[in-house]
């Protein structure tokens, strides 16, 4: 699913030799994807799969390196090294995507294939701990899986670089506590010590060789935004992303890098908070990216929020409510719908729900209906939630319907959404219920 920690593709393109090279090849043995990406620390690419679901591509670079494979929402690590081609077979299991590798590299991607598979992720429970206890266990963590690593039977150059993709992938965990340990521990007012930064300081660091890692790059990015915005605890707003982007601005000094920071937290704040009030912010990137990849990235987001304007049809869509009833957005013409896209589990959700219902209740003799989408892939999730909070209006479930998240831009949640009596859009973005002016919003329907 597309929401809140949706992967970001990190491109990097600056001067090099690219005097070595191999053949990918791929086959996906599945209707989607339509196309992958290989992003390394040289070189971007976009690779288009055929009729068949095939396709080959040389792939350049400068000297051995890891490189990721992008795949929908899916990502793997490959080992790039001279002459070594790479034969790479995707297939769809339960739903996702699952990856197979044949390399004449004495082990090393299927190994890293394999690695990428073992469930490694941070409990959420951990996020509880104070910020000692926690980077005691990532430091721990580190040291255990570092060890185990310089025993394998690998050449030393892949060695080094699966030690530094090892740590960053460890690391990404503590890039993200001062926001999970603030929803987890209910503390919404907790800022990160000198403590954390002292530790989180001390591997942001510049360093080329990794630049085709996600893992290394949503490091970089996060511990920027964190020292950006010591006091400021609003990861969604404007001044929190301007303050983000002068930091990058005016800490990393290798232009590739910065480049990819600038675009990757601009892409954050217009995916997640569309393009109202987004003029400084692109100002400052048209200000300070140049390459064509990034700025069409960029702008084909902008065109994608502009097919949500203001007076444009609504994207239909059918939902099924907790009786298992359908229910079409035709449907929901002659009111106005104020429609909440949610998850049970997602803390800001939660605390907007109790919001959303009290006004549900102050404009029940209003023309308006209010409406909450569940996006939860487990449905018995979302039936207890409805039910044990007795949560009123018209409860729907989107029943795994990827073009509605996709059409409607649900980059996070949750999002608040506005349709005239006609269905068309009044705004795709709508006021959050705790915002000041939904009232008065709301009474000039």
């Not at 090099?16 to 992958?36: D, G, M």
């Not at 926001?179 to 800022?191: P, R, V």
């Not at 360093?207 to 969604?236: C, H, Q, R, T």
């Not at 018995?380 to 939630?385: E, F």
Request: net charge neutral.
């Amino acid at each position: 699913m597309r929401i809140i920690l949706s992967l970001f593709l990190v491109f990097s393109l600056f001067s090099c030799t690219n005097n070595q090279s191999l053949e990918i090849s791929f086959i996906a043995k599945t209707s989607n994807p339509e196309k992958v990406f290989i992003t390394s620390p040289s070189e971007y690419i976009e690779i288009k799969l055929d009729e068949f679901g095939m396709a080959s591509k040389e792939v350049k670079f400068d000297k051995s390196c890891i490189a990721t494979v992008l795949c929908g929402d899916a990502s793997f690590n490959i080992f790039l090294s001279d002459k070594r081609d790479i034969s790479i077979v995707i297939e769809e299991v339960d739903g996702k995507f699952d990856f197979s590798v044949k390399c004449d590299d004495g082990g090393i991607n299927d190994y890293l294939i394999n690695d990428i598979k073992k469930s490694k992720s941070t409990l959420y429970s951990n996020y509880k701990l104070t910020e000692k206890e926690f980077f005691s266990k990532v430091s721990k963590r580190i040291k255990a899986e570092e060890e185990a690593a310089q025993k394998l039977q690998f050449p030393n150059d892949f060695k080094l670089l699966n030690i530094e993709r090892i740590k960053y992938d460890a690391l990404y965990s503590s890039s993200i506590y001062p926001l999970l340990h603030s929803y987890a521990t209910g503390n919404e007012e907790y800022l990160p010590t000198k403590d954390y930064f002292s530790f989180v300081n001390k591997y942001y660091k510049e360093k080329p060789e990794l630049f085709g890692l996600l893992s290394y790059i949503s490091y970089m990015d996060n511990i920027a935004v964190s020292i950006a915005n010591k006091s400021n605890i609003d990861w969604g707003s404007r001044a929190f992303t301007l303050n983000s982007l002068s930091y990058v601005n005016d800490s990393i000094n290798n232009k590739s890098l910065k480049e990819i920071l600038t675009t990757k937290r601009v892409k954050y704040f217009i995916k997640s908070s569309g393009i109202k009030n987004s003029e400084e912010i692109l100002k400052f990137f048209n200000r300070n990216v140049h390459k064509s990849i990034y700025r069409n990235e960029i702008q084909s987001i902008i065109e994608e929020w502009k097919k949500l304007g203001k007076g444009k049809p609504a994207y239909p869509f059918t939902c099924k409510d907790i009786n298992g009833k359908e229910v079409s957005i035709d449907m929901l013409g002659g009111k106005y719908s104020y429609i909440c896209v949610w998850t049970s589990w997602c803390a800001p959700c939660n605390d907007e729900m109790p919001i959303f219902q009290k006004l549900r209740n102050e404009f029940a003799d209003k023309n308006i209906q209010f409406i909450c989408i569940s996006c939860d892939q487990s449905k018995l999730m979302w039936k207890h939630k409805v039910l044990s909070d007795k949560l009123g209006g018209l409860q729907l479930h989107f029943g795994g319907d990827e073009k509605f998240l996709e059409k409607y831009i649900i980059y996070s949640i949750p999002r608040f959404i506005l349709l005239d009596k006609d269905t068309n859009i009044i705004d795709a973005h709508a006021l959050k219920p705790s915002d000041d002016g939904i009232r008065e919003l709301l009474n000039s329907l």
